[in-house]
Protein backbone atom coordinates (compact mmCIF):
# COMPACT_ATOMS: atom_id res chain seq x y z
CA UNK A 1 0.00 0.00 0.00
CA UNK A 2 2.70 3.02 0.84
CA UNK A 3 4.37 1.55 -1.88
CA UNK A 4 2.29 2.03 -4.33
CA UNK A 5 1.02 5.70 -2.41
CA UNK A 6 4.10 7.34 -3.15
CA UNK A 7 4.56 7.66 -6.85
CA UNK A 8 0.52 8.97 -7.22
CA UNK A 9 1.85 11.27 -4.74
CA UNK A 10 4.84 12.43 -6.45
CA UNK A 11 3.52 12.25 -9.66
CA UNK A 12 0.74 14.59 -8.53
CA UNK A 13 3.27 16.96 -7.26
CA UNK A 14 4.79 17.30 -10.39
CA UNK A 15 2.24 18.89 -11.84
CA UNK A 16 1.46 21.70 -9.22
CA UNK A 17 4.10 24.21 -10.90
CA UNK A 18 2.10 23.85 -14.09
CA UNK A 19 -1.13 24.17 -12.24
CA UNK A 20 0.24 27.33 -10.78
CA UNK A 21 0.44 28.59 -14.32
CA UNK A 22 -2.57 27.84 -15.45
CA UNK A 23 -4.25 29.41 -12.90
CA UNK A 24 -2.37 32.44 -12.85
CA UNK A 25 -2.43 32.77 -16.67
CA UNK A 26 -6.33 32.35 -15.98
CA UNK A 27 -6.59 35.02 -13.31
CA UNK A 28 -4.63 37.43 -15.51
CA UNK A 29 -7.03 36.94 -17.87
CA UNK A 30 -9.62 37.39 -16.27
CA UNK A 31 -8.52 40.70 -14.60
CA UNK A 32 -7.67 41.68 -17.91
CA UNK A 33 -3.91 42.23 -17.18
CA UNK A 34 -2.98 41.88 -20.98
CA UNK A 35 -5.71 44.48 -22.28
CA UNK A 36 -3.71 47.48 -19.50
CA UNK A 37 -0.65 47.47 -21.53
CA UNK A 38 -0.92 49.44 -24.66
CA UNK A 39 0.35 53.18 -25.90
CA UNK A 40 -2.61 54.74 -24.56
CA UNK A 41 -1.63 53.55 -21.04
CA UNK A 42 1.86 54.65 -21.46
CA UNK A 43 0.93 57.89 -22.83
CA UNK A 44 -1.41 58.60 -19.76
CA UNK A 45 0.92 57.20 -17.20
CA UNK A 46 3.57 59.14 -18.77
CA UNK A 47 4.64 61.66 -16.01
CA UNK A 48 4.03 59.17 -13.31
CA UNK A 49 6.37 56.62 -14.76
CA UNK A 50 9.00 58.59 -15.95
CA UNK A 51 8.89 60.36 -12.63
CA UNK A 52 9.26 57.11 -10.28
CA UNK A 53 12.36 55.94 -12.57
CA UNK A 54 14.24 58.74 -12.01
CA UNK A 55 13.59 58.92 -7.93
CA UNK A 56 13.28 55.40 -7.62
CA UNK A 57 15.54 53.63 -10.57
CA UNK A 58 16.67 50.75 -8.39
CA UNK A 59 13.06 49.96 -7.17
CA UNK A 60 11.95 50.91 -11.05
CA UNK A 61 14.55 48.07 -12.60
CA UNK A 62 13.31 45.77 -10.03
CA UNK A 63 9.60 45.52 -10.38
CA UNK A 64 10.14 45.55 -14.34
CA UNK A 65 12.13 42.46 -13.96
CA UNK A 66 9.61 41.47 -11.86
CA UNK A 67 6.47 42.00 -14.36
CA UNK A 68 8.45 40.42 -17.10
CA UNK A 69 9.02 37.52 -15.66
CA UNK A 70 5.80 37.05 -14.27
CA UNK A 71 4.18 38.04 -17.84
CA UNK A 72 6.66 35.41 -19.34
CA UNK A 73 6.16 32.36 -17.37
CA UNK A 74 2.75 32.63 -16.68
CA UNK A 75 2.51 32.80 -20.65
CA UNK A 76 0.69 36.36 -20.25
CA UNK A 77 0.22 38.12 -23.37
CA UNK A 78 1.90 41.48 -23.88
CA UNK A 79 5.13 40.60 -23.17
CA UNK A 80 6.08 42.71 -26.71
CA UNK A 81 4.28 46.05 -25.27
CA UNK A 82 6.03 45.56 -21.63
CA UNK A 83 9.41 45.27 -24.19
CA UNK A 84 8.79 48.63 -25.59
CA UNK A 85 7.87 49.86 -21.81
CA UNK A 86 11.29 49.36 -21.14
CA UNK A 87 12.50 51.24 -24.06
CA UNK A 88 10.02 54.12 -23.13
CA UNK A 89 11.39 53.91 -19.54
CA UNK A 90 15.18 52.88 -19.30
CA UNK A 91 16.29 54.16 -22.75
CA UNK A 92 17.16 51.51 -25.64
CA UNK A 93 20.89 50.16 -23.51
CA UNK A 94 18.80 50.30 -20.12
CA UNK A 95 15.92 48.67 -21.20
CA UNK A 96 17.48 45.98 -23.83
CA UNK A 97 19.11 44.97 -20.98
CA UNK A 98 16.61 44.73 -18.31
CA UNK A 99 14.16 43.34 -20.92
CA UNK A 100 16.90 40.29 -22.10
CA UNK A 101 17.48 39.40 -18.43
CA UNK A 102 13.63 39.10 -17.80
CA UNK A 103 12.65 37.64 -20.53
CA UNK A 104 15.42 35.19 -19.86
CA UNK A 105 14.34 34.77 -16.72
CA UNK A 106 11.09 33.77 -16.82
CA UNK A 107 11.63 31.62 -20.07
CA UNK A 108 14.03 29.52 -17.48
CA UNK A 109 11.15 29.15 -15.04
CA UNK A 110 8.73 28.05 -17.57
CA UNK A 111 11.41 25.84 -19.57
CA UNK A 112 12.17 24.13 -15.94
CA UNK A 113 8.13 23.60 -14.96
CA UNK A 114 7.70 22.18 -18.47
CA UNK A 115 10.47 20.02 -18.61
CA UNK A 116 9.52 18.61 -14.74
CA UNK A 117 5.68 18.48 -15.85
CA UNK A 118 5.30 17.47 -19.42
CA UNK A 119 9.37 16.65 -20.45
CA UNK A 120 9.73 13.54 -18.67
CA UNK A 121 5.93 12.28 -18.66
CA UNK A 122 6.41 12.43 -22.67
CA UNK A 123 9.79 11.02 -23.10
CA UNK A 124 8.50 7.76 -21.04
CA UNK A 125 5.50 7.68 -23.29
CA UNK A 126 7.27 8.52 -26.61
CA UNK A 127 6.28 6.94 -29.54
CA UNK A 128 9.09 6.34 -32.29
CA UNK A 129 8.17 9.76 -33.52
CA UNK A 130 9.09 11.97 -31.01
CA UNK A 131 12.28 9.55 -30.21
CA UNK A 132 13.29 10.56 -33.34
CA UNK A 133 12.47 13.94 -33.25
CA UNK A 134 14.54 14.45 -29.72
CA UNK A 135 17.54 12.42 -31.15
CA UNK A 136 17.45 15.21 -34.71
CA UNK A 137 16.85 18.20 -31.80
CA UNK A 138 20.27 16.68 -29.45
CA UNK A 139 22.24 16.37 -32.33
CA UNK A 140 22.10 20.40 -32.94
CA UNK A 141 20.55 21.82 -29.92
CA UNK A 142 22.25 25.43 -30.11
CA UNK A 143 21.01 25.56 -34.00
CA UNK A 144 17.15 24.25 -33.13
CA UNK A 145 16.26 26.59 -30.59
CA UNK A 146 17.81 29.65 -31.90
CA UNK A 147 15.96 28.52 -35.27
CA UNK A 148 12.61 28.43 -33.05
CA UNK A 149 14.04 31.95 -31.30
CA UNK A 150 14.49 33.67 -34.74
CA UNK A 151 11.14 32.43 -36.35
CA UNK A 152 8.65 35.38 -36.27
CA UNK A 153 5.55 32.41 -36.57
CA UNK A 154 6.54 30.75 -33.39
CA UNK A 155 4.82 31.79 -30.52
CA UNK A 156 7.03 32.76 -27.36
CA UNK A 157 5.66 29.92 -25.21
CA UNK A 158 6.05 27.82 -27.63
CA UNK A 159 10.09 28.47 -28.21
CA UNK A 160 10.23 28.40 -24.59
CA UNK A 161 8.22 25.05 -23.68
CA UNK A 162 9.59 22.65 -26.74
CA UNK A 163 13.37 22.37 -25.86
CA UNK A 164 11.63 21.12 -22.95
CA UNK A 165 10.14 18.65 -24.44
CA UNK A 166 12.95 17.26 -26.14
CA UNK A 167 15.58 17.50 -23.81
CA UNK A 168 17.42 20.96 -23.59
CA UNK A 169 19.95 21.08 -21.25
CA UNK A 170 19.35 24.22 -18.75
CA UNK A 171 22.40 26.10 -20.01
CA UNK A 172 22.13 25.27 -23.72
CA UNK A 173 18.64 26.63 -23.81
CA UNK A 174 19.46 29.79 -21.35
CA UNK A 175 22.34 30.98 -23.96
CA UNK A 176 20.24 30.47 -27.26
CA UNK A 177 17.13 31.99 -25.01
CA UNK A 178 19.66 35.65 -24.28
CA UNK A 179 20.90 35.55 -27.79
CA UNK A 180 17.80 34.57 -30.07
CA UNK A 181 15.91 37.42 -28.36
CA UNK A 182 18.07 40.11 -28.83
CA UNK A 183 17.26 41.19 -32.21
CA UNK A 184 13.64 41.50 -31.08
CA UNK A 185 14.69 42.76 -27.91
CA UNK A 186 16.38 46.03 -29.50
CA UNK A 187 14.17 46.48 -32.42
CA UNK A 188 10.94 47.15 -30.09
CA UNK A 189 12.85 48.76 -27.50
CA UNK A 190 14.21 51.11 -29.63
CA UNK A 191 10.62 51.93 -30.53
CA UNK A 192 9.94 52.51 -26.59
CA UNK A 193 12.98 54.60 -26.34
CA UNK A 194 11.59 57.07 -29.35
CA UNK A 195 7.56 57.36 -27.66
CA UNK A 196 8.54 60.16 -25.74
CA UNK A 197 9.54 62.39 -28.70
CA UNK A 198 6.25 60.40 -30.67
CA UNK A 199 3.61 61.29 -27.64
CA UNK A 200 5.24 65.56 -27.98
CA UNK A 201 4.28 65.33 -31.90
CA UNK A 202 0.85 63.37 -31.56
CA UNK A 203 2.40 60.63 -33.40
CA UNK A 204 1.91 57.07 -32.73
CA UNK A 205 4.41 54.06 -33.99
CA UNK A 206 2.64 51.54 -36.10
CA UNK A 207 3.90 48.37 -34.74
CA UNK A 208 2.08 46.19 -37.57
CA UNK A 209 3.91 48.44 -39.96
CA UNK A 210 7.10 47.76 -38.15
CA UNK A 211 6.76 44.08 -37.28
CA UNK A 212 6.66 43.40 -41.13
CA UNK A 213 9.66 45.30 -41.72
CA UNK A 214 11.48 43.20 -39.77
CA UNK A 215 10.06 39.84 -40.59
CA UNK A 216 12.19 39.46 -43.50
CA UNK A 217 15.59 39.77 -41.47
CA UNK A 218 14.04 37.56 -38.85
CA UNK A 219 13.79 34.39 -41.36
CA UNK A 220 16.98 35.11 -42.28
CA UNK A 221 18.54 34.87 -39.19
CA UNK A 222 16.16 31.29 -39.06
CA UNK A 223 18.21 30.38 -41.72
CA UNK A 224 21.28 31.18 -40.68
CA UNK A 225 21.08 29.21 -37.82
CA UNK A 226 19.71 26.50 -39.08
CA UNK A 227 22.50 25.88 -41.57
CA UNK A 228 24.85 23.72 -39.85
CA UNK A 229 21.86 21.45 -39.09
CA UNK A 230 21.32 21.38 -43.17
CA UNK A 231 24.92 21.15 -44.03
CA UNK A 232 25.55 18.17 -41.28
CA UNK A 233 22.80 16.39 -43.23
CA UNK A 234 24.02 16.73 -46.58
CA UNK A 235 27.11 15.53 -45.80
CA UNK A 236 26.27 12.76 -44.70
CA UNK A 237 24.17 12.03 -47.87
CA UNK A 238 27.11 12.40 -49.91
CA UNK A 239 29.23 9.04 -51.16
CA UNK A 240 31.84 7.97 -49.81
Not at 195 to 205: H, M, T
Not at 208 to 229: C, T
Given at each position: MNETSKPKSGGWLRFLPLLVIVAGLGAAIALGLHKQLSFETLRAQR????AFVAGQ???AVAIFLGVYIAFTALMIPGALWITIAGGFLFDLAGGAAATAVGATLGATLLFLVARTSLGEPLRRRAGPFLKRL???????PFSYMLTLRFLPVVPF???????????AKLPDYMITTALGIMPGVLAYTWIGSGLGAAFDSGAEPNIAGFAKQLLPAFFALAAVSLAPVLIKRARRKKPA
Amino acid sequence: MNETSKPKSGGWLRFLPLLVIVAGLGAAIALGLHKQLSFETLRAQRETLTAFVAGQPVAAVAIFLGVYIAFTALMIPGALWITIAGGFLFDLAGGAAATAVGATLGATLLFLVARTSLGEPLRRRAGPFLKRLEAGFQENPFSYMLTLRFLPVVPFPVANIAPAVLGAKLPDYMITTALGIMPGVLAYTWIGSGLGAAFDSGAEPNIAGFAKQLLPAFFALAAVSLAPVLIKRARRKKPA
